[in-house]
């Protein structure tokens, strides 16, 4: 894998890019919007959560994007009893009397933590070190994750009893706060013809491991003019209700605002949206797009707010 030079190198993702869209559309179908993030969230690598009702693909979607960038695919189902141990890996006494270090399934390149706000703080802490340092400590030796590493976890909104709700410091570790809503008529239609036959759809592998580290590094040197970098910094500040740039809504019904990860979130994923959309440099319109989804788990609203329904949705828009 070679190009001449980055511009040409930035349009071989964008054509890459598509193809690997109309690969994943061939078996998730109504969710494109969640698809270019989840793409985005890839090659800025960072992490995204997926909140959704059940029955909404969660869990295809990740194997099926997993399997178009012919990446290694680990699905772990969070429980109340899941321990550190039973995703990190363990030491095991040997036949030679001497402890050997057993892989958990967090060595995987794309790992879906399926309901993780089911299992107690000790094991989501646990994955918090591997989305952080990409590495786990066990027995007082750090284990380096094999790379690409993404965690793309799920959670069911409606379903809150026997839950453990995320710290906002593991909340901040992602990305993306991604929500999947019901197909409308016509996509659930298309779902139901195609899912209740004999003709599985099939999908190619459109991306290698090396190709994404590739595109990951091309991503950090896309160039950003000064008047997105003050927006996006203008932006996470306004979320804080102590700042000078809040408004009146933000002050009145927000507790605490975003930290400095949005602000780079946003820089580095308006950069790959620019690329995907085949612009070689970001522009305000970029950071815009990707805003709702990166601002939305870190905008923590005060009692007033929960009590008058002012929802987070309401004070990003005002934000924007």
Same mark, same amino acid.
């Given at each position: ?20 869209? #109309? ?8 969710? /494109? ?52 141990? /039973? ?14 270090? $057993? ?5 995987? #390149? ?6 993780? !706000? ?27 994750? /094999? ?11 409606? =379903? ?37 036959? !004999? ?85 305000? =319109? /970029? ?14 609203? !005060? ?9 987070? =949705?309401?004070? $990003?828009?005002?934000?924007?």
């Amino acid at each position: 894998m070679s190009y001449a030079n980055d511009r040409e190198a930035a349009i071989a993702l964008n054509q890459k890019s598509e193809a690997l869209q #109309n690969e994943i559309k061939k078996v998730i179908i109504g969710q /494109d919007e969640i698809i270019n993030k989840l793409l985005i969230s890839i090659f800025s690598n960072g992490h995204s959560l997926l909140i959704g009702l059940p029955g909404l693909a969660k869990t295809l979607l990740v194997k099926t994007i997993a399997e178009v960038l012919d990446l290694n695919f680990s699905r772990i189902q969070f429980t109340p009893d899941l321990m550190p141990g /039973d995703i990190t890996g363990a030491e095991i006494l040997g036949e030679n009397r001497s402890f050997k270090f $057993i892989r958990g399934p967090l060595f995987a #390149n794309i790992v879906l933590a399926d309901e993780i !706000n089911r299992t107690p703080p000790k094991t989501q802490a646990a994955l918090l070190e591997a989305m952080q340092e990409k590495a786990v400590t066990v027995g007082g030796v750090a284990h380096q994750l /094999d790379k690409p590493f993404f965690v793309l976890a799920t959670q069911n909104p409606i =379903e809150q009893e026997g839950t453990y709700p995320l710290p906002e410091a593991q909340l901040d570790r992602f990305m993306f706060n991604l929500n999947l809503s019901y197909p409308n008529y016509t996509d659930e239609l298309t779902i139901i013809k195609n899912t209740t036959g !004999n003709n599985a759809a099939s999908v190619n592998k459109i991306m290698s491991a090396t190709e994404i580290l590739f595109f990951q590094e091309l991503v950090r040197r896309v160039p950003v003019p000064d008047n997105v970098y003050e927006y996006a910094v203008k932006l996470v500040a306004k979320t804080r209700p102590q700042s000078e740039f809040a408004d009146n809504l933000v002050k009145e019904y927000v507790s605490y605002g975003a930290g400095p990860r949005a602000g780079q979130f946003l820089i580095i994923g308006a950069k790959c949206s620019a690329l995907l959309k085949g612009k070689f440099s970001p522009d305000i =319109e /970029d950071v815009k797009a990707i805003a709702e989804a990166i601002l939305q788990h870190r905008i923590i609203r !005060n009692f007033k707010a929960e009590a008058e329904g002012i929802s987070v =949705e309401k004070i $990003i828009e005002s934000i924007l």
